[in-house]
C-alpha cells in the first residue's frame, strides 16, 4: 500500500502529517512519489488565512479529476494523469482521499458534501481514529470507516520524518488566548499539554534515530502545564527537564528550540533556564503582531509596547547574543498611519534578525472579521511593503555585522547548487554553505562566516 502527503501552514501540521506517515510505515505502508498512483492521498490542511484554504479548495478540484481518471469515469482525462491511466488500467484500486487539519475541522460538517471527491474529513480530534481510515484502505470496498471524536487531543507518539536529523515535538495543543482576528482557538480548542514522560519517552526514540536537533511545538508553548512531583510545573521546568535529560543520556540531541511564544507568558524563569542550558538554543521566535497599544488592545493581545520592549530588553540582558524573530500583523480594522508608523519605529528600536509579516486577512467567525473601518486590500498592501522592506534592511545589517565570526553549525543536506558543498543552519536559525565532504552531513561543524550572498551565509570548515 502507498500514500502521499500534502501538507500546508504551520510546523504543527508538518508534525502531525510525520506522526499520521509514521502509523502507515509501521502498517508496511510506503510513500508514493506522486498521488497519480497512490492508494492514500492525505491533504493536511491550514485555515488561518483565506489564501491557504483557497489554495486547498484548487487542489480538491484536481484531485476530483485524478480520481476520475482512477475510476474509469466517462469524459475523464487521461492524458492529464498518465500515471492514473496506467494504474487504473493494471487494475489498481481508486485512489482514497482524506483531508485533515484546521480546515477540515472548520468545514468538518459541510466539506465532504460540497466536494463529494472527498472520501474523509479528519478533524483535528479524530486523526487517533486514522488507524480506521488505513485498514479501509488495505481492505478497500467502497465503504468508509466511521472516524469518533475524541473529547480532547490526542498526542502522537512520534512525530519523526525518517532520515531527518531534525525533529518537530508538540507539547501542548490549543489556545485559550482568543486573539480577535485568530481562527485558531476555534479550530484547534483550548490548551491541552503533553505529559512530560510522553515526551521523554519520544526524545529516547528520537536520540535512538540520531536526530540532533528538536524544535518543541504549541500553539503557545509558554502556557504549558504539568504535575512536577506536589507542584504545578510549566515550560521553564519542562525545559530544565529536557535539557537535563539529553545530558545524563549522553543524547545526539545538541539542539532544543521552541515555538510559539506568546510575550505576556514568556517568564523570566524561562529567561533565566535557557541562559544556563547550554542545548538551549540562543534564538527566540517572540511575536509581536504590532506596535501600537491601541491595535494590541484591539487585538486582545493582553501587553502594551512598553511590556514587550521590557520583556526583549530583560531577555537581551539574559541571554547576550540571541537572536529575535517575530510575526507582524499590518492593516487590522481601524489601523491609522500613525498606528502603522509605530509598527516602523518598533521594529527599528527592537532590530529583529527576521520577521514573518502579512498583512490582516478576515476570517469568518472571529470578532474583528466584524470590526468597522475594514483596512482597504490596496492600503494594506502599501503598509506590508513598507514593512518588508524595512525588515530586509535590518536583516542584511544584522547579517552583514556576522562575517568574519565563528560559529557552530547543523551540515543538513548536499547543497543544490554544488554537490562539493553542503547546506548547513546555525543556531540563529540561519543558512550557511560550506564547501565540505557529505559524509559530514547529520554532524555539527566549526565554521567561519566569510561572506553573504542573499540571505545565505558563505563559510569555511575550522575543524
Not at 100 to 125: H, S, W
Request: with cysteine; hydrophobic share 40%; glycine share 6%.
Amino acid at each position: 500500500m502507498t500514500y502521499f502527503f500534502e501538507t500546508y501552514g504551520c510546523q504543527m501540521n508538518q508534525a502531525e502529517s510525520a506522526a499520521l506517515e509514521q502509523l502507515l510505515a509501521a502498517r508496511g505502508w510506503t510513500q508514493a512519489e506522486t498521488p497519480e498512483t497512490a492508494d492514500l492521498a492525505v491533504i493536511n490542511t491550514c485555515s488561518v488565512r483565506a489564501t491557504a484554504e483557497n489554495r486547498v479548495f484548487g487542489r480538491l478540484g484536481w484531485y476530483a479529476a485524478l480520481k476520475a481518471v482512477r475510476l474509469r469515469q466517462r469524459g475523464c482525462k487521461d492524458d492529464a494523469f498518465p500515471l492514473a491511466a496506467q494504474a487504473a488500467q493494471a487494475g489498481k484500486q481508486p485512489l482514497t482521499l482524506a483531508v485533515t487539519g484546521c480546515m477540515a475541522e472548520r468545514l468538518l460538517g459541510t466539506l465532504k458534501q460540497n466536494y463529494p471527491a472527498i472520501d474523509y474529513v479528519i478533524g483535528n480530534f479524530q486523526k487517533s481514529r486514522f488507524a480506521a481510515v488505513a485498514e479501509a484502505v488495505e481492505h478497500y470496498t467502497g465503504a468508509h470507516a466511521e472516524l469518533a471524536e475524541d473529547a480532547v487531543y490526542s498526542f502522537a507518539p512520534l512525530s519523526y520524518e525518517n532520515g531527518a536529523f531534525s525533529a518537530f515535538v508538540p507539547v501542548m495543543h490549543g489556545c485559550n488566548n482568543f486573539c480577535t482576528y485568530c481562527i485558531v482557538p476555534y479550530v484547534r480548542g483550548r490548551e491541552v499539554s503533553r505529559p512530560p514522560h510522553d515526551i521523554i519517552a519520544e526524545l529516547d526514540v528520537l536520540s535512538e534515530r540520531g536526530v540532533r536537533e528538536i524544535t518543541l511545538l504549541g500553539q503557545n508553548v509558554n502556557s504549558y502545564r504539568h504535575e512536577h512531583g506536589a507542584a504545578d510545573a510549566g515550560f521553564p521546568e519542562l525545559m530544565r527537564l529536557i535539557a537535563g535529560h539529553l545530558e545524563r543520556t549522553g543524547s545526539p540531541i545538541q539542539w532544543v528550540r521552541f515555538m510559539s511564544s506568546h510575550p505576556k507568558d514568556l517568564s523570566d524563569e524561562l529567561i533565566s533556564v535557557i541562559s544556563e542550558e547550554p542545548r538551549l538554543c540562543r534564538h527566540i521566535h517572540l511575536p509581536v503582531q504590532h506596535g501600537s497599544d491601541r491595535i494590541l488592545a484591539a487585538m486582545n493581545r493582553k501587553y502594551t509596547r512598553a511590556q514587550y520592549l521590557s520583556l526583549v530588553s530583560r531577555i537581551r540582558q539574559r541571554i547576550p547574543g540571541v537572536s529575535l524573530t517575530t510575526d507582524l500583523l499590518v492593516g487590522f480594522p481601524g489601523e491609522t498611519e500613525e498606528d502603522f508608523s509605530q509598527v516602523l519605529s518598533l521594529m527599528r528600536e527592537v532590530a529583529y534578525e527576521a520577521a514573518y509579516m502579512y498583512y490582516y486577512n478576515p476570517r469568518e467567525g472571529t470578532p474583528a472579521a466584524s470590526y468597522p473601518e475594514q483596512v482597504p486590500v490596496q492600503v494594506k498592501k502599501a503598509r506590508l511593503t513598507q514593512v518588508i522592506d524595512l525588515q530586509l534592511a535590518i536583516t542584511r545589517e544584522k547579517m552583514a555585522a556576522r562575517v568574519g565570526q565563528t560559529v557552530r553549525v547543523l551540515a543538513e543536506a548536499v547543497s543544490r547548487d554544488a554537490d562539493t558543498e553542503l547546506l548547513t543552519r546555525t543556531e540563529r536559525d540561519e543558512r550557511a554553505v560550506i564547501r565540505a565532504d557529505r559524509s559530514r552531513i547529520g554532524g555539527f561543524i566549526a565554521v567561519r562566516l566569510t561572506e553573504l550572498t542573499g540571505n545565505t551565509f558563505r563559510g569555511i570548515v575550522l575543524e
